[in-house]
DNA sequence: TATTACATGTAACGCGTTACATGATTCG
DNA sequence: CGAATCATGTAACGCGTTACATGTAATA
């Protein structure tokens, strides 16, 4: 759908290999974002047949060649043109929550494990933006236009995180309550 | 992949024809499930197959028939089977977030609407939830067993609306001050 | 000696979306 | 008189997941 767009972000940030896209989007983008490299390899062949990125091979020593892909002055106007239609509203789609709903037809002590789990898993997402924000967004008040989406982004993050956390907290309170 | 336990909670609720369950997974479920009808007609007809849900076709005058489903005993021990399956935390996967990461690179009013336009649709959705807490949900500490997960649910469908409204807020301040 | 990192793919499969299809009734 | 509601499907297509495939070099 738009991992195409997704990709042409970080190729706009910095030209990579499939490799260092499938790296990319296991850490800092894909925290809103998931692709597996099979998916990657795949779309960024289509994408270049499409002339919105270019590829180049770089012979290592010791290490497998690899193939370098760059944006191209279509894959920014691609990029801008995509940019101007509305994003759509995802739907979230949250199996926990189905559990959630089903609370009295479930396993109840399972779903109570479900949600620590959930709490320590946006935890621990948590502590890594905010290391994140420290070390790379000192001062939010000075930065250029290029570190300004990022951070946008992380804040967003923050923001999901620590109500997914307080949604966690009230819900244990409640299940833990008898 | 989930979507038949969604299913098999909407049916241990209360039974439903195909054309019932859609509209559910328009509303209630839906803020956390979306599913067609296409979808539901084809998984429902798989989930008689096996065995989870039983239909019966109801004759009605000056409207087509309908055929309800409804679960059965096997349904309800999968229901339960899936609930002590630990919820895998959903990665989430967001076109906006990818277009706001990429600020520096798309249209920037285009961009601003987006917010504008995602601070609105949020906050449309938590009125609905807050009204939907007011009328069913007065008493939250009086609430039966089988009333407590939709409690639940809906609290976690306000907590998340709230921080993508404060999210976009954020980003409106930053983004606005030029 | 085994696993992880580096590096790039192909193939099968399935869930979900979009488009198409039908037909009566009620409401504005 | 047209649109929405009620009611249930089929068919084509595609994105994304899982499994399979290969081979070197560094690390534990």
Redesign the pocket.
């Known amino acids: ?1 738009a ?1 195409e767009h997704a990709i042409l972000v970080s190729l706009a940030e910095k030209s990579a ?3 260092d896209l ?2 990319r989007f296991d850490k800092s983008i894909g925290h809103f974002w ?6 990657i ?3 960024v062949a289509r994408m270049e047949a499409d002339t919105w990125v270019v590829s180049e091979v770089v012979v ?1 020593d ?3 060649d ?2 370098v892909y760059s944006i191209t002055v279509e894959g920014r106007a691609e990029l801008l043109r995509w940019s101007r239609q509305p994003a759509e509203i995802e739907p979230l789609r949250s199996a926990y929550a189905v559990k959630m709903r089903g609370l009295s037809f479930v396993d109840r002590d399972a779903l109570i494990a479900d949600v620590r789990r959930r709490r320590a898993a946006h935890r621990s997402l948590l502590d890594s933006y905010r290391a994140d924000a420290v070390q790379n967004f000192a001062d939010p008040r000075a930065l250029s236009d290029e570190r300004l989406g990022p951070y946008l982004v992380l804040r967003g993050g923050i923001r999901l995180a620590e109500g997914e956390i307080a949604w966690c907290d009230e819900a244990l309170s409640v299940l833990e309550r008898r």
Do not use: C, D, E
Not at 34 to 39: D, F, G, R, T, V
């Open positions: 759908m991992l290999s499939g490799y499938a790296r998931k692709a597996s490299h099979q998916q390899y795949k779309v290592q010791a290490r497998p690899r193939r």
